[in-house]
């Protein structure tokens, strides 16, 4: 019988297996560690970002690729410039904890703001984040389309003050302007009709600009968005046209109750044939879209009505979206109405005490919403 610790070749050969395994085994199998500075991310930014596209694109490619998946936490408000994300950090950044935090700020500034004004806010941000002991990474703003040739010569600025802050502070800068750019000269299409807003094309190049300055260069970014339904949606909505432009009070509230003239929405909604990729998406994750297809045209908006059955008495979060314009769990209202807290899923999230049995949870909303109820904040 061959003695095989006699062989060196042999013992060298299966030493080497746990590496060749590793090699041929797919990316998914590795069970890699994710680093503890990216396990928990918050996306502070603009419309771009309230989109929530390139932070579950990121989300999906690190875990193709056997990592861990972080945390991605959206806080994102569509219209927003640099200075009013700096005045929003600690409502909608720091209560999050994270443990990184993307910047992504400037496609707004471009068309109001100098150069030496955005530098500023930009500075101040990171600085915060600094003194918070917080990981930071500056997003370059994206391309605009050829008429807006002014506001695209102010974002080619900005990026500059992006690299002037990074460097000052030691931070890595994720180079969107640039492989778009790049993309744009080889005739490669990657923003909307309006110009502004990248289409998913440039979504992707974000992503992958992210993971570059990450230090995840060898992550492949996935070519599909593969999304299923946020975490704890109410499925079953009892809707009608609310009455007039009153708004429920706590006593009028009591009075709401569904009869035969109310329709029933049921979520998810399946996308309609050609829709836009981004609305399409939103559905699946189930965002109600277009409540007048179901309920009927209205002139002041819509009021919803659903039960939620509650095992036990527990804490629980509500979690709005879209166009909910008021919360009602059990006759009380929950939310602070702003519905200037942008589009995203969880833009506010609110611990409610459930009773045990039945909570009845009404709404007054605009003509899309988003509304989910999980046991805790942290998705």
Same mark, same amino acid.
């Given at each position: 019988?061959?003695?095989?610790?006699?062989?060196?070749?042999?013992?060298?050969?299966?030493?080497?297996?746990?590496?060749? /395994?590793?090699?041929? =085994?797919?990316?998914?199998?590795?069970?890699?560690?994710? $680093?503890?500075?990216? #396990?928990?991310?918050?996306? &502070?930014? !603009?419309?771009?970002?309230?989109?929530?596209?390139?932070?579950? +694109?990121?989300?999906?490619?690190?875990?193709?690729?056997?990592?861990?998946?972080?945390?991605?936490?959206?806080?994102?408000?569509?219209?927003?410039?640099?200075?009013?994300?700096?005045?929003? =950090?600690?409502?909608?950044?720091?209560?999050?904890?994270?443990?990184?935090?993307?910047?992504?700020?400037?496609?707004?500034?471009?068309?109001?703001?100098?150069?030496?004004?955005?530098?500023? $806010?930009?500075?101040?941000?990171?600085?915060?984040?600094?003194?918070?002991?917080?990981?930071?990474?500056? *997003?370059?703003?994206?391309?605009?389309?050829? !008429?807006?040739?002014?506001?695209?010569?102010?974002?080619?600025?900005? %990026?500059?003050?992006?690299?002037?802050?990074?460097?000052?502070?030691?931070?890595?800068?994720?180079?969107?302007?640039?492989?778009?750019?790049?993309?744009?000269?080889?005739?490669?299409?990657?923003?909307?009709?309006?110009?502004?807003?990248?289409?998913?094309?440039?979504?992707?190049?974000?992503? @992958?600009?992210?993971?570059?300055?990450?230090?995840?260069?060898?992550?492949?970014?996935?070519?599909?968005?593969?999304?299923?339904?946020?975490?704890?949606?109410?499925?079953?909505?009892?809707?009608?046209?609310?009455?007039?432009?009153?708004? +429920?009070?706590?006593?009028?509230?009591?009075? *709401?109750?569904? !009869?035969?003239?109310?329709?029933? /929405?049921?979520?998810?909604?399946?996308? &309609?044939?050609?829709?836009?990729?981004?609305?399409?998406?939103?559905?699946?994750?189930?965002?109600?879209?277009?409540?007048?297809?179901?309920?009927? #045209?209205?002139?002041?908006?819509?009021? %919803?009505?659903?039960?939620?059955?509650?095992?036990?008495?527990?804490?629980?979060?509500?979690?709005?979206?879209?166009?909910?314009?008021?919360?009602?769990?059990? %006759?009380?209202? *929950?939310?602070?109405?702003?519905?200037?807290? %942008?589009?995203?899923?969880? @833009?506010?999230?609110?611990?409610?005490?459930? &009773?045990?049995?039945?909570?009845? *949870?009404?709404?007054?909303?605009?003509?899309?919403?988003?509304?989910?109820?999980? $046991? !805790?904040?942290?998705?």
């Amino acid at each position: 019988m061959h003695n095989l610790s006699s062989d060196p070749r042999l013992l060298a050969l299966l030493w080497s297996l746990p590496l060749v /395994l590793m090699a041929v =085994l797919p990316a998914s199998a590795k069970n890699r560690t994710l $680093d503890a500075s990216y #396990k928990r991310i918050v996306f &502070l930014g !603009d419309s771009i970002t309230d989109g929530n596209s390139y932070p579950t +694109l990121i989300k999906e490619a690190l875990g193709d690729a056997g990592y861990d998946v972080p945390t991605c936490i959206n806080a994102g408000i569509g219209g927003n410039r640099a200075s009013q994300m700096r005045a929003r =950090l600690d409502r909608d950044v720091l209560v999050h904890h994270p443990s990184l935090v993307c910047v992504n700020a400037g496609v707004n500034d471009s068309f109001s703001v100098t150069p030496a004004a955005y530098e500023e $806010d930009i500075t101040a941000i990171v600085e915060r984040l600094a003194k918070e002991k917080i990981a930071c990474i500056l *997003v370059t703003p994206s391309i605009l389309s050829a !008429d807006k040739k002014a506001a695209e010569t102010n974002i080619v600025a900005f %990026g500059a003050a992006m690299h002037r802050v990074a460097a000052k502070h030691g931070l890595k800068v994720a180079e969107v302007y640039k492989l778009m750019d790049e993309a744009r000269t080889k005739g490669e299409n990657v923003i909307e009709v309006d110009g502004i807003h990248p289409n998913y094309a440039g979504h992707r190049l974000i992503t @992958r600009a992210i993971l570059d300055a990450m230090g995840f260069t060898g992550v492949a970014v996935p070519a599909e968005l593969r999304l299923s339904v946020m975490p704890g949606i109410i499925t079953s909505w009892q809707m009608h046209p609310a009455p007039d432009a009153t708004r +429920l009070d706590a006593t009028t509230v009591a009075a *709401v109750k569904p !009869d035969a003239t109310w329709k029933t /929405l049921t979520l998810p909604m399946a996308p &309609l044939a050609d829709e836009h990729w981004w609305t399409a998406g939103e559905r699946k994750r189930g965002f109600a879209i277009g409540v007048d297809a179901v309920v009927g #045209k209205s002139a002041h908006g819509f009021q %919803g009505y659903a039960m939620l059955n509650a095992k036990k008495a527990k804490l629980a979060y509500f979690n709005p979206g879209s166009e909910l314009l008021a919360l009602w769990v059990n %006759g009380k209202r *929950v939310n602070t109405g702003d519905n200037t807290l %942008g589009w995203h899923a969880g @833009r506010e999230r609110i611990p409610v005490q459930l &009773l045990k049995g039945e909570n009845v *949870v009404i709404i007054e909303t605009g003509n899309n919403f988003f509304l989910s109820v999980t $046991d !805790d904040n942290t998705w």
